[in-house]
């Protein structure tokens, strides 16, 4: 890999007039190409009764296309030793891909099939319907899926992020093919592709092979999606626990909405979660809940990031018996985070941290063409590596607190945990 | 497209027995320095289960040079990761940082090789947080019955129990224990250390031998287990619980990783059960939707899921196979399709087609995971601690020279009808309130 930083010099950026966008990376050393992106729709598509129509919809892709079956389609991606997978966002479907350099052409070009010429065979309707009920069914019964689905429910509200993509299983009873069909034609199109790829090949090959594969892509019929619609954050605290019975570990997460990805507290905050959960062993709270109080073997801070409403969360699997010891000492540690500045040893200490991490981020093909991704979804555009150390340095002990101020607060803190019934 | 895992490597050993293994490679300026020791739950013995994998708890705690925030700050600091993990054959630290801060994990590692405190308040602690690790690992249905089809598996071998240890043993484990455990097995007669990256070898190696090189070896004692031999037919273990899909398992047993017979079972695995993956870092896999088993048990609806594992090991150990069947499923149907799929690989050859498209597969997964440094650190310890690093780089080379007779006679020898252990898990729905 090149000891150069990707930047607007050695990022290869193009649009197609299909709305498409290619962004390509080299890596000529590597044998290997990986690449990553996203296209419409999103989960927000979902109307109300048919929570999981678009998961289900982006499932059925993979499961052949007019001209290949399930297996003549699997056999042609696992027989060069390829991979390609499919999911469903809140806001779009996302792709991700592994190929020897040579078969990258051969890749693509399935992609393409899969999503413009889908089977959607009755047959695999009901074997895929069946596989996401079972998941939906283990999801049930496991704590921390439970406690994050309380959780969004209790901060999203009546907001379309309150809803798990996959669904609900209510949701399936009446669902028919046809319905899924009709989705596809309208939602599933080149207008709001991004790719991004890097490893053993030219970007301008790449460029070449995405030409004739997804940029020559047309679909007429290709809706736009939907607005978000606006976010209010919950006003006072909300407790929610979910009894699973027979359950070894609680799984725990308290938090409050995340601050706009797309703005400088985000980067503000960034800093301040590393030193609250990250950080080392998990940053403040791992030293408390984990390292002096033993409690947990997991304990650690999450700023959540995307378009729309997101969350900054503290997640902990605990025995039942000290789950409420637990919330307390996070509490406290919550209210240290927004009434003290951090101190100077802290702040330079993620400060080199994040500066120290920029290059391993890249040290992957699938490192670069993920930060690829990031700066064309949140429009921080081509030369953001380069700008970042300097906005990091920027950043004070003081807008810390200030902005941790804006975020936290002990009396509108969202609490969902899942597991033995609460004594 | 071939991939030379032997270029810029270089090998040395200390007087006092610590082996170096170090590979050049500039692509980026960054290190990663792994540290492995030949112990492992492999080498325990019962009423001390876990010990190994505590220690290496322990060895985050600090000694009198570096506090464990010390330790933390160390790699944080720069921006680096790091980590440990506690197999059943070895145990092994890593860091990966920006190069210019090498020594610093040098230094590191040789003090903690020795000097760690095993400080019993700190002990206490941390008897907490594995048993909590150990409770969110029971928490699912797979893991308990992991763990009571790998103590049919073997009558005595350790491979039985669990890394993490009984949670009888968790609880009487002393700090003594813990502390004799790691004076026995933390020293340099009974490690690697594997440094991959933008490094100068000549000059790293000198600062190994001033770091490690005058830490004495002492006499290697350990608890070397024989290897167990075919399991018992018709074994079955079934359990009940809390849950809403049964789970399948079934263990065969498979040969050592060092054993010849290994090359064509990794291609009967890639056939069953899709191939696994020999890459620890970043690198992803390949499905499995096109394996034999996959076809038979999920496209038909007797399965949600299925997938395979075979890991290379010092001892012979055991190929397990793992399928979801829905609520509505019957788990004794999908073990008769297990079967079926079996049967057909222990009574005829496979095409050659077959065999060339699992060394495809094989070179697909080396090349993702040779762009990544750590995962290069990674392979040179990883199989050192059951072969040498050649069983890597030759690994491509022996699985092409695989016959079909040998995939079916090895077949024959390791997956004979009824020789396997059955697991199988039964929900019992649980009630979820609000």
């Given amino acids: 890999m090149s000891n150069s930083m990707p930047d607007s010099h050695t990022i290869l950026r193009e649009t197609w007039l299909n709305g498409t966008t290619l962004l390509a990376y080299p ?83 399935l992609l393409v099939e899969i999503v413009q010429q889908p089977a959607f065979a009755e047959k695999q309707f009901k074997r895929v319907r069946n596989q996401i009920l079972t998941g939906i069914a283990i999801q049930n019964q496991d704590t921390a899926t439970m406690a994050s689905q309380a959780f969004n429910r209790a901060i999203y509200g009546s907001h379309p992020y309150a809803h798990p993509d996959i669904g609900y299983a209510q949701s399936f009873s009446g669902l028919r093919l046809e319905q899924l069909e009709s989705f596809h034609a309208n939602h599933y199109g080149p207008k709001g592709l991004v ?60 938090g409050v909405p995340a601050p706009k990805t797309v703005s400088r507290d985000y980067q503000v905050c960034s800093l301040g979660n ?50 409420e010891k637990a919330i307390s000492l996070l509490r406290q540690e919550i209210l240290r985070f927004y009434t003290e ?31 690829l991704v990031s700066i064309e979804r949140y429009g921080y555009g081509l030369d953001y590596l380069r700008q970042l150390p300097a906005l990091i340095e920027s950043i004070t002990a003081e807008e810390i607190l200030a902005a941790a101020q804006r975020y936290w607060d002990l009396d509108k803190l969202v609490i969902a945990s899942a597991g033995k019934a609460l004594q | ?112 090789m020795v000097n760690s405190l095993f400080d019993p308040v700190e002990v206490e602690t941390e008897r907490t947080v594995i048993i909590s690790e150990r409770e969110g690992s029971e928490n699912y249905p797979e893991f308990r019955l992991d763990e009571a089809v790998q103590l049919r598996s073997f009558q005595a071998h350790p491979y039985r129990h669990e890394v993490l240890g009984f949670k009888g043993d968790l609880i009487s484990i ?24 933008d490094i100068s070898p000549e000059s790293v190696l000198e600062d190994v031998e001033n770091l490690f090189g005058s830490i004495p070896p002492a006499p290697l004692i350990r608890s070397i287990p024989s290897p167990e031999k075919a399991l018992t037919p018709g074994d079955t273990v079934e359990l009940e619980g809390p849950g809403e899909a049964h789970y399948l398992e079934i263990a065969w047993r498979c040969p050592a990783a060092n054993d010849p017979d290994f090359f064509a079972y990794s291609i009967i695995e890639s056939l069953l059960s899709g191939p696994s993956s020999l890459n620890m870092f970043g690198s992803g896999g390949i499905s499995n939707r096109t394996s034999r088993l996959y076809q038979a048990l999920v496209e038909e609806d007797y399965a949600a899921s299925v997938f395979g594992d075979l890991s290379a090991n010092i001892d012979p150990g055991v190929y397990k196979v793992f399928a979801t069947i829905r609520p509505d499923g019957d788990p004794w149907a999908a073990l008769k399709i297990v079967d079926e799929q079996v049967s057909r690989i222990t009574s005829s050859e496979l095409s050659v087609r077959e065999i060339e498209r699992a060394i495809k597969q094989a070179r697909a997964l080396f090349a993702y995971g040779s762009d990544n440094i750590t995962n290069q650190g990674f392979w040179m310890g990883y199989a050192s601690s059951f072969a040498d690093y050649q069983w890597f780089a030759e690994y491509l080379t022996r699985l092409s020279s695989v016959t079909p007779s040998q995939v079916l006679k090895t077949a024959q020898k390791y ?8 697991g199988i898990y039964r929900a019992s729905k649980m009630q979820e309130q609000a």
Avoid at chain 1, 56 to 66: A, C, N, Q, S, V
Avoid at chain 1, 205 to 234: E, Y
Avoid at chain 2, 76 to 100: L, Q
């Fill in chain 1, 27 to 109: 890596n000529l050393t590597s044998p290997a190409v990986y690449f990553t992106g996203y296209m419409q729709p999103g989960a927000i598509e979902d109307a109300d009764e048919l929570h999981g129509l678009v998961s289900f919809t982006t499932d059925m892709l993979m499961t052949g296309t007019k001209h290949l079956n399930f297996q003549r389609l699997h056999d042609k991606i696992e027989s060069i030793g390829a991979s390609l997978s499919i999911g469903t966002g809140h806001l779009s479907t996302t792709f991700v891909g592994q190929c020897l350099r040579e078969d990258l052409e051969t890749v693509w070009n």
């Fill in chain 1, 274 to 323: 590393t030193i609250l959960g990250r950080y080392g062993m998990m940053g403040r709270i791992g030293k408390v809940v984990r390292e002096k109080a033993g409690l947990s073997y997991e304990v650690s801070s999450h700023l959540g990031a995307g378009i729309g409403p997101t969350a900054w969360k503290i997640v902990a699997g605990v025995n039942p018996e000290n789950l």
């Fill in chain 2, 1 to 112: 497209m071939s991939i030379n895992l032997n270029h810029n490597l270089h090998q040395a050993q200390l007087k006092n027995g610590l082996r170096v293994m170090l590979k050049e490679i500039h692509t980026a300026p960054v290190t990663s320095t792994w540290i492995w020791y030949g112990i492992g739950s492999r080498n325990e013995l019962p009423g001390k289960t876990g010990l190994s994998h505590w220690v290496e708890h322990m060895q985050f705690k600090g000694t009198r040079k570096f506090t464990s925030e010390d330790i933390d700050n160390l790699v944080s600091r720069v921006g680096g990761y790091s980590n440990a993990f506690t197999s059943p054959d070895w145990t092994t630290y890593f860091e990966t940082m920006p190069s210019a801060h090498l020594h610093a994990t040098l230094e590191l590692e040789a003090d903690r």
């Fill in chain 2, 415 to 422: 997956l004979p009808a009824d020789q396997r252990v059955v």
């Fill in chain 1, 195 to 254: 790719l991004a790829v890097c490893g053993g090949i030219a970007p301008e090959m790449a460029r070449d092979i995405f030409a004739r594969t997804l940029g020559a892509w047309q679909n007429k019929t290709q809706t736009s999606p939907k607005t978000l619609p606006p976010f209010t954050p919950p006003a006072s605290s909300i407790r929610s626990h979910t009894t699973l019975e027979e359950k070894k570990q609680s799984d725990l997460i308290i």
């Fill in chain 2, 174 to 197: 002393s700090r003594d224990d813990l502390f004799e455990h790691y004076r026995q097995y933390y020293q340099p007669a009974n490690a690697i250390l594997c440094i991959a990256g």
């Fill in chain 1, 341 to 371: 500045p951090v101190t100077p040893q802290e702040l330079q200490d993620v400060k080199t941290q994040a500066l120290g991490r920029l290059p391993l981020s890249l040290e992957t093909n699938a490192g670069i063409a993920s930060i």
